[in-house]
C-alpha cells in the first residue's frame, strides 16, 4: 500500500504532491491526517477514489487544527497513543488566515500534532486568490495587476514567528527543493512531544504561471534569494538554518513566474520589484543566511 | 437518589456516567455551568478514561469534537445561542459525516438585539441540517435524556449527531428535584461506543471525502434514512428507558385529554407545564382542551402528531421562535403533519427573550382561541405598540 497513491488529480508539477508524499514516508505510514479544504482534499479524497493509504479525514476548510487536536486527545483517552502521529495537512490561506484561530488553539494547548502548511501562496483551489501568505506583488484574481494597482500590497504574514510565539518545541520552514531536508525535519517533528509547525513552499504550477518542470527550480530560486527562508526553531531558539551561497537578485526568482511578469512592464513595477528585493535582505539579515 | 439539583448538574452528572472519552467546553450563558461542573469532576479525577479540553472558540470546540469521534471516541459537549451558530458549520459538517456527536444545547435567543435569554431561536435555525433534535419539560427528563442520546446517536442504524435542547434559565438555573441516576443503571443500559468505522492506522479509511454530483445525493439519501430509521430507535429507546429506570417519558409525543378535545394545545419545552396546568384548570371548568407536547422534533414524529390531533377540530400551538416572513417554526411542522384534517389553526410566538409568559397570558389565548374571537394564523402573544423607525 503507498501511502499516497499516484492515482490523485493534482496538476502536473504540483508541489503539494511532492510534500505529502516525504512526509508521508518520513513517517513510515503511521499517522492520522487531518486535512483542510482546498487543492490537496479535492485532488485526493473523492469519493472511491481515496488517495490515501493512512486513514484521513477532512472536515472544513478553517478547522484542521481542532480537528487534529481532537483525534490526539482521542487516541490519548482511548490508549492508542502507539498506534501513530497526528498530522495536518493545511493550506496557506487555511493556516494562515481562515484557520489561525483553530491553529492558535492546537498550538496554545500545545497538542501532541505536526501540522504542516502546504505553501503554495494564495487559495489556489478557488482560482488563485491572495491568502495571508501570498507575496507582495503577486497578481491573483483578487489582487489582479492593473493600471494603478500592482498585485498584493504587503508582505507575507510571518506565520513562522506567530508560530515561535506560541512557545512551540520545534517550528520549521522547508522547501519541495529539499526532499532529505523535509524528511529530517518531520522526524524530528515526530520525535518532539507537543505542537510542531513545519511550512513547506509547495509552487502551484497554475496559480504562479510556470511550467510543471519548473515546480523544483522556482523554489529554489525562492531559497536563493532569501524570499524564502529555510529555518529550524527549538524552544523558540533558531538552531539552524539553511545558508545561501551566492544569493541571487529576486529578479530571478520572480521573471519565470506568470504572477509577477507585470513588475517588469508596468511603469513603477521596478520600485515594488526593489521593496521585494529589501525583504529578502531583511530575511537574510535577519536569518544570517548569506555563507 | 432523590436531590434538590440545578439543570445543569443534572446535566453533568449525568453526561459523566456517560463515560464520555472527549468532553470539548467553550462558555456561553446560560450554558457555562454544565462545563463548569464536568470540569470540576475532571479535575476531581472522577471522569476516568475522558479528556477534558477547554477550546478556543465554540467553532473549535465542535471541531475536536468531530476529529474525537472519527477518532472513535464518545463525545459531548454543551452550548447555546452564538454559540450553537457559530458551531454550526461543524455541526452539520458532522452530521453529514454521521459523527454521533453528542450535545446539549441551553436553548437562549439570538442577537441583535443580544439577549441572554431563552427562547429556540437558536436550535430552530439548525432544523434543516441533519441532527437529532428533542426539547426536554423538566431537569429530570433532561437528565434522563443524556445517556439515551448517546444510545440512539451511536445506534449503528442512526449514527448522528444528537442535540438535547433544554430552556435556558428556565431549566439550567432552576432547582427541582432530580432522580440522579447511578452508574450501574447507565452502565446496563448504555454500551460503551464501539462505532463501526473509525481512523485508526490498522484499516486506514477516507473521512470526509469530496463527493462529485454523481454521488452526493446518495450520501443525502442515507442521512434522510438515518433520520427516518431513528424515529424507531428513538421510540425503542424511550420505552427501553421506562423499563430500565421505571421513568417513562413517553414516546415522541404525549397526548393529554386529547381523545374529546375540541381545541388541542401544542407546546415543547419548559412552557408545557404551564399549559398543562391551565388545561387541567380550564378541564374542570368543562372546557374541552387537550395538550399534545411534542419532544422528538427532528426527526419530525408526523403520523403520531396527526394520530394525536385527530379529532381537534381547533389546533393551537405555542411556540419560542419564529421563521421570519413566515410563521412559527413548529407550527409550520404540525400543520403540515395535519395534512388532509384540515383543522382551524393557530399558532402564537410566545417567551421570545426570555419574556415572561404569565399563565393569564396562556388562559386568555386558550380561551380566546376556544371561544372563536381570535383570527386563524400567526400571531405574537402580547406586545406593546411599537413602531419601526425607518428615517
Ligand atoms: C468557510 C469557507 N469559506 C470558503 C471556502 C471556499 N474555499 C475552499 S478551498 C479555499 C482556498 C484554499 O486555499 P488554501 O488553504 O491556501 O489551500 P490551497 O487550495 O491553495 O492548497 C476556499 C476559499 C470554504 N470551503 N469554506
Ligand atoms: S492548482 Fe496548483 S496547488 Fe492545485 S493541484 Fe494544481 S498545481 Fe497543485
Redesign the interface.
Known sequence: MTYFASGHGACPGCGLAIAVRNVLDALEGKCFVANSTGCLEIISSQYERSAWGVPYIHSLFENAGAVAAGIELALKALKRTDEGKVVVFAGDGATADIGIGTLSGMMDRNHDVIYICLDNEAYQNTGNQQSGLTPMGSNTTTTPAGAIMLGKTGRKKDMISIAVAHGLPYVASASVAFHADIRRKVKKAAEIEGAKYIQIHTPCVTGWGIDGKQTITSAKLAYETALYPIVEFENGELTRVRKIKERKPVEEYLKIQRRFRHLFKHPRGQEIINLIQKIADENAKKYNLDL | MKKVVRGFYSIAHAVKLCKP??I?AYPITPQTEIVENLAKMYSNGELE???Y?????E???A???????????R?FTATCSQGLILMS??LL??AG?RLPIVLVNTNRALSAPLSIWNDHQDSMVLRDGGLIQIHVETNQEAHDMVPLAFKVAENSKVMLPFMINMDGFKLTHAYEPVDLLDQDTVDSFLPPYNPPVY??????????????PH?YTEFRVVMQRAMMRALDVLEETYREWAEVTGRDWGGHVVGEFLDDAELAIVSMGSLTGMVRDVVKELRKNGVKVGLLKIRTFRPFPAKQVKEALKNANKILVFERAVSFGYEGPVGIEVKSALFGLNPEFYSFAVGLGGRDVPREELMKIITDVYEGKVEQGFHFGTVKEFEEVIV
Do not use: D, Q, R
Not at chain 2, 479540553?53 to 472558540?57: K, L, N, P, Q, W
Not at chain 2, 471541531?63 to 477518532?71: H, Y
Open positions: 472519552n472527549v470539548a478514561g475522558c479528556e479540553v477547554t477550546a478556543e472558540s467553532f473549535g470546540a471541531s475536536i469534537l468531530v476529529g474525537a469521534s472519527a477518532a472513535g471516541a463525545t458549520e461543524v459538517n458532522a459525516m481512523m485508526t492506522t490498522k484499516n486506514p479509511l477516507t473521512f470526509g471525502c469530496y463527493a462529485p454521488c
